[in-house]
């Protein structure tokens, strides 16, 4: 067969020539782009996923953990994500448990660590631990807590009941230990009800629950009855309320104010002084460091003064004292 036309043969010529290329390069050793997107396919992560789970970690023979979800998605042993997790995690120590639960959970193998999203609620034997966000270290024995956080439980010593209020906190359950940061706000409330309740504020707590104490830092600020005192840091012995022992202490710019009901009428009495004592079973305050008191016109100052709760009376101990009443003049 004879083709007339020069063109056409050319046209045919390049045609086979660039099939003959794309096919030898198509055989050649080398990483095309489809070999490469076939090899990250092999190493995506392959997920596990598992409707309502209920799982128990035997160590020793002992359960040590038990969890319980809605939904699980795995990678591995890597880490998992969790829906509506529910569980209970178990001390060294006999009969010493957490429990946990939140919206969503997730843990990190590497890390031992769970972390907890939404309405997160953890509790012991003694306390509530609630927040936004919260990662538990199980190893370390350590709740990190931030967004609404709230503490509630009873002193071991004394049963008085604890209500904090924070905007983060760090927490060691099995040691008893806790501390509170950002907008501090707590309740103290007696066993028995007739003892009244204390209200507080500062920028910072410390709570020693294995030794009944808690201590304040940075613009505390405690309600007690009838009164309102301030000052720059603070520490409150709770075992202390029924001995003759101090019960709470601040320090730094102390100021005390109370409403009093007097023969001249309601008046206020105001106290400033550098430290404050209180005693609670003895129901008396001692002032020291440039101590000064306040009632009308009435300006007692001291190298130690001595109030009394809801007595209009001022006790001053040292003989040293400078002592100055002022009275308006009475009109002829």
């Known amino acids: 067969m004879r083709i007339r036309d020069a063109k056409s043969i050319i046209i045919i010529s390049l045609y086979l020539l660039g099939n003959a290329f794309i096919i030898g390069t198509s055989l050649l050793p080398g990483k095309s782009t489809i070999t490469s997107r076939g090899q990250t396919g092999n190493l995506a992560p392959e997920y596990t996923i598992i409707e309502e789970l209920d799982y ?39 009969n010493k448990t957490i429990r946990y639960s939140a919206d969503t959970g997730h843990y990190q193998k590497d890390q ?17 631990y609630y927040a936004d966000r919260v990662k538990y270290f199980f190893k370390k024995d350590l ?61 910072r707590m410390d709570l020693e629950g294995n030794k009944s104490l808690a201590h304040l830092q940075g613009d505390v600020v405690m309600k ?60 008396k305050m001692i002032l020291s460091g440039a101590p000064r008191v306040e009632m009308g016109e009435d300006v007692i100052k001291g190298y130690r003064i001595t109030i009394r709760e809801n007595i209009d009376l001022v006790e001053v101990d040292d003989a040293m004292s400078d002592v100055q009443v002022k009275r308006k003049k009475s009109k002829e």
């Open 143 to 203: 709740i990190i807590g931030n967004g609404n956080v709230k503490f509630e439980g009873d002193d071991l010593q004394t049963k008085d009941h604890i209500v904090i209020n924070s905007r983060s906190m760090e927490a060691k359950p099995e040691a008893k230990l806790s501390q509170f940061k950002g907008d501090v706000r707590g309740t103290l409330e007696r066993k028995k009800k007739y003892e009244g309740k204390m209200t507080f504020s500062a920028h």
């Open 224 to 283: 007690r009855q009838g009164y309102l005192i301030t000052a720059g840091k603070a520490d409150m012995y709770l075992e202390n309320y029924n001995k003759s022992l101090k019960y709470f202490v601040l320090n730094d710019d102390v100021k005390v104010t109370e409403r009093m009901q007097t023969p001249e009428g309601v008046q206020e009495r105001k106290a400033f002084a550098e430290r404050l004592e209180g005693f609670g079973r003895e129901q």
């Open 56 to 94: 128990f970690h035997l160590k020793n023979g002992l359960p040590q953990m038990s969890l319980a979800a809605g939904r699980m998605q795995s990678l591995g042993q890597e880490s998992a994500d969790f829906e509506g997790p529910q569980g209970v995690y178990n001390y060294k120590q006999k």
């Open 112 to 128: 031992n660590v769970l972390g907890l999203d939404g309405e997160v609620e953890i509790s012991s034997d003694e306390a509530n």
